[in-house]
């Protein structure tokens, strides 16, 4: 009798087992608004045409900071755009018939490109990319195309990422993107 019903419990135990997999490799959270960004996670998310996803990150302007950089992979290749904006243009576009301008946006880079300027003859042999770096710059080596943004922002603040699909673009598509750089804060910070 104990056997029989311990049967059924081991077959729900290893169903559920099949399951986690599946609940680790969830999508990540994205907003379809400025006013509440997603946090920046850096892991593969599908857009559908015509959307539109907001994340941010805050930025500590420091004259010594080495250039902000964000490195975008998609599939297929080419199939979204990143756009970056400051505070005022994110309400801009929250906005019916509000402006649509951006002070930045990622451009395609064709071919197996490794950034190695990131360290420079004074950093130490213990000092390390975090992880996200390393994988970032894995990535390019592995699929050759990517979208590319660098620059030092001239003040600190919370900035906004914009990652659009266009409209007539046929179903949907997957992208991920990495932000790097001294001052650069991952969490999602709304002003």
Known sequence: MFTKHLKPLAVAVFAATLLLPQVALAAPDVSTAPAIPAPVVGEWTEIQSGGNHWYSFKYDFDTLNRPAEILMFTEPNESVTLKLLNGDQARAWQQVGGDRESFGAATTVHGNVIDTSRHTANDSETEQDNDSDAQSHRMIDEMGT??????????SGTYYILIHRDTHATGPANYRFTVNGDGVTLQPTVN
Do not use: D, K
């Open 146 to 155: 990517y979208a590319s943004w660098s620059a030092v922002l001239e003040s």
